[in-house]
């Protein structure tokens, strides 16, 4: 039942309906989605254990392979119809925060994804999948990705909002900042603390980020119209920020002019280390699969963020369940994340055989069609 509340969510967000190999290809991502919501481990083995046919393992195990393999299967077709009405929904506050960071995923692949950022939660956009066991990406890939992002952004919404885009030290590339002011972003990104800075393009007089400290009893500096770096990239606006809470200080670069705003926003990019670790070990396990081709993951991916999507989305449909006390202590649901007691409702309505509506009114209005 569960496959088909799948189909039924996929199939309402389609512009036109889908026949022929399209539906077929359609029929075998919801089985996909569904396996892997029950089985929380990306193995094509788990996967294939939990898909809804009568067929051999094996015959399930290549379906799923010729899926996954598959020239048709692509964002445009499989991801981006399910993603467009939530990224109109955020749009209409005002702003869209986006956040921009890498993992490891397979067997030596590395993913680089933006998000964007949604009630202390990162919702998947936009990836890239390489073949390296660890390390960063290189600045003109983070470029490529956001120009996709920015590319999408144009073609799914029609309100004036504001795009602000967060990364951490791999990110604080001239290239990729020069971008942002391109597109009509703005932006933050941490910066290292030996960060070349100076007031002027000849890069005269200058310093080290690490020794333009605020004055005795404030804690935070605001350097405005700063050029950084050998290149003399600028202007720039520098914030160096140290709450007492933390260890070390931040170091940011943005073209914000406010240095409260800045640390504000850049600590939201963080939610997109928690969607990581949702897809990985706290969630399905995207860090175990032995796939070890860029494509293959690139196309689990399509189908472990629409498991993600759905998880996070059914989070308010299982606060309000009857039988919300059947599958968490209800003194302890606040200690739930969203992903997690999202995840826990829709295990226990699969296993209890329970419809499944996916109406998202709460969260997303365009979502769910209301």
Request: aromatic share 12%.
């Amino acid at each position: 039942m569960f496959c088909k509340d799948v189909k039924n969510w996929l199939l309402k967000h389609q512009e036109t309906p889908p026949k022929g190999n399209s539906l077929r290809r359609l029929n075998t991502l919801a089985g996909l989605v569904a396996a892997l919501t029950r089985a929380e481990r990306a193995s094509l083995k788990a996967i294939g254990k939990q898909m809804e046919d009568h067929t051999d393992l094996e015959s399930r195990i290549k379906r799923a392979k010729r899926w996954l393999n598959n020239k048709w299967t692509d964002t445009e077709s499989h991801f981006i119809p399910y993603i467009k009405p939530i990224l109109r929904s955020l749009a209409k506050s005002g702003e869209l925060i986006l956040a921009v960071d890498g993992s490891t995923m397979g067997k030596a692949c590395m993913c680089l994804m933006v998000s964007a950022i949604w009630r202390n939660r990162a919702i998947p956009i936009c990836w890239v999948v390489r073949k390296a066991p660890k390390g960063h990406f290189p600045q003109q890939m983070h470029v490529e990705l956001v120009r996709m992002v920015d590319m999408l952004l144009k073609s799914v919404i029609e309100d004036n909002y504001r795009t602000v885009l967060l990364g951490d030290g791999e990110f604080d590339g001239s290239d990729l900042q020069q971008a942002c002011l391109d597109f009509g972003w703005d932006y933050v990104f941490k910066t290292a603390k030996d960060t070349f800075i100076a007031d002027n393009p000849e890069m005269q007089h200058g310093g080290r980020i690490d020794e333009m400290l605020p004055q005795p009893g404030h804690n935070h500096l605001f350097l405005p119209g700063m050029y950084i770096t050998k290149q003399a990239y600028g202007e720039v606006n520098v914030v160096y920020w140290h709450n007492r809470k933390y260890k070390n200080p931040l170091y940011l670069l943005t073209n914000l002019e406010h240095a409260p705003q800045v640390e504000r926003l850049y600590r939201k990019r963080y939610f997109i280390e928690t969607l990581f670790a949702d897809l990985k070990s706290r969630g399905f396990n995207m860090e175990w699969t032995k796939i070890g081709k860029p494509l293959t993951i690139f196309n689990l991916l399509i189908v472990a963020c629409l498991a993600y999507i759905q998880t996070i989305l059914f989070e308010f449909d299982a606060r309000i369940s009857p039988f919300l006390g059947r599958f968490c202590r209800k003194d302890r649901v606040d200690d739930l994340s969203v992903f997690q007691l999202g995840l826990q409702g829709l295990l226990y309505y699969i296993s209890h055989d329970l419809q499944i509506s996916f109406q998202f009114s709460k969260n997303f209005p365009e979502f769910s069609g209301d």
